[in-house]
Structure formats: C-alpha cells, structure tokens
C-alpha cells in the first residue's frame, strides 16, 4: 500500500536545510530531530530546555541532552537573555579548563599482585554539559572530535560519553587525531565503551603515547599482538573467554623468537594431545624444544615426534673381585649368556 502527503497542508511550510538529512539524519535521535524541527518552525526565536519541554511533553534534562546533538554540530549558539537574534559569546563556565601540552600529572602507574603494569587516571575534574558546550564553541578542534566521535560510534553522545572525550582532550593534553584513532581501534575490536577508552588512553599515556605517529605504532603492534592471540586461542580450542595475562606473556614470546606460526599451532595441539587441557607451559616447554634443535618447520617437527626416544643406557656395574667398574653392564651380559645357551 502506497502513501500520500495531504496537499492542504502546504498552505503553510517553513524550509529544513538539506545538509539535516543528508548528514544528519543517521546520526541524531529521533528527539534531537523533534527538537530541530520545533526550533525551524520559529525562526529567530529563542529557546530553552524549559520552554521546548512545554511544547514536546518531555522533561527538560532530555530536551538538554538532545539540545547537546546540535550545540556539538555548531548548528545551535547561545544567544543572550535580552536578544533573540544577536549570538552573544559563550558563558564562562565556573570551572573554565584550559588546554594542556601534555600528559597530566594524575596518571599514576602501580604494580598487581601478579606483578602485572596498570596505569590509571586518577581524580578526572568532573566537566559539566555546560561545559562541554562552551569548550566546543570555543575550540574547533574539541568540537570536531565532539563530531566525528560521533560518526565513528554510529550514534548521538551521551553526557558522560562527552564529557570522557573532552577531558582527554582538554585535561590530559591528547591530540584530537590521537583520541580518534583510540577510539576507532576500540570500535574495530568490539569496545565501544567509554570506560574501556579511557582505560586505554591511560595506559597509552603512561607510556608517553601522545603523538600520531606513537599511536599508529602502539595501534599496529597491539592489532599484530590480537592477531597472534586469535592464532594461539584456536589452535588450543579456546573460543569461550579470553587469554589470561601470563597466557599473553607465552605467546607474545613464541612470537618474539620468530617461530614459524604453524608450528606454534602443532605445539599447542600437541599439548592439548599430551595432557588432555590446555596448557600453555607444556606447549612452551615443546617450542623451547625445537628451537634447541634448529628444529624452523612442521616437517621437521614432526619428524622429531617420530624419532624413537634415545636408548638409556644403565649404569656399569661394579666387579665384585675388583671392585672397577666393568666394561660390560648386566643387560649386556645376560644377553651374551642367553646367546650362549642358545648355541
């Protein structure tokens, strides 16, 4: 069944600029687009969180935070309390950040009891949405990585998601192409969250990760690292959780030795053969083997797994009359003997 739009109602219109649809439309809720279209509908006149709520029947904090869509696109500006028309410059919030150069102060590095490197952002200045929209307007680039944040999640940021993004950016002096490329690195891998984020750029700046060029290192070697990870996990059957931090340590040295991938799979199936669970000290103990012996391939490997196990021979036995060790050891010699009563 097809539709119509009732043509009585072009009796009165007001224009949606194309650039709402063909940019936005993917990206903001379906409130924020109410919003809009509320706003288009009175050009020129001013509105609140409280005088769109009246009018949308929602409460006046999710009118702010739909609001928040267009304030990051630039689209929306603040305009003074006794004008309808002139924009007036941003509020000064009460607690203006200011950009920094570099890493902040509050990264702090500890040791786990298991001896494990965490690095930690402590005591993150809490940045109000207000904030947040100041900083925007006040700073291209904040309101870029605001904008293109949001393309990359494939939807509208949350206050807290804002407020995590302008922080790495304004207190803990991370480039906007740096926090980009974290953040598209955690949605490629199945991270989208915010937490996990900004975990990560802490960790990053406690290694002194803060240019481009440093991250598109770290982003290389950490894809390289899961990579191999993925390799190890299936030849060992592992497909229901993750590798635990010394199971990371095993395979980040197999790979450090430069050991041809297929055999560290024929280890890993060889451990799972021998001790019937995975085990990644016996799988090791198999790899630091082969490399002992030169051993670079599989053919090689297996043609050492089908050598028998060399002869161990015992001990020679002491002479009872001379008590010298004798040239011939009791194997030895009760296979003369049998020899000589089969004669």
Known sequence: MAYCIDSGIWSSVFAVPTAIVDQHIKLC?????????????????????????????????????????????????????????????????????????????????????????????????????EDVAAMAAQDPTMAQLLRVAQEVLGNPLSPVESEILASLRAYYGLPTDTILMLLQYCVSIGHRSMNYLEKTAASWLGKGIVTHEQAEQEILRLTRDNENEKKVMHAFGIFNRTLAPREREYVHKWFQLGLDERLIALACERAVENTGKVSFAYADRILTSWKDKGISNPQQAAQDMAAPPPIQRSPKNKSAQTGKYSSIDAAELEQLLHNQFQD
């Open 29 to 129: 809720s379906p409130l924020s687009l109410k919003v809009l279209l509320v706003m288009l509908r009175y050009p020129g006149e001013p509105f609140d969180p409280q005088k769109l709520s009246k009018l949308l029947n929602l409460s006046p904090a999710d009118i702010s935070d739909a609001m928040g869509y267009w304030i990051g696109t630039g689209l929306l500006q603040e305009v003074a309390s006794d004008s309808s028309a002139t924009p007036a410059a941003p509020a000064t919030p009460s607690a203006q950040p200011t950009l920094s150069t570099g890493p902040s102060p509050s990264i702090q590095v500890r040791q786990s009891p298991e001896g494990q490197r965490i690095t930690t952002v402590a005591a993150r200045p809490k940045i109000s949405r």
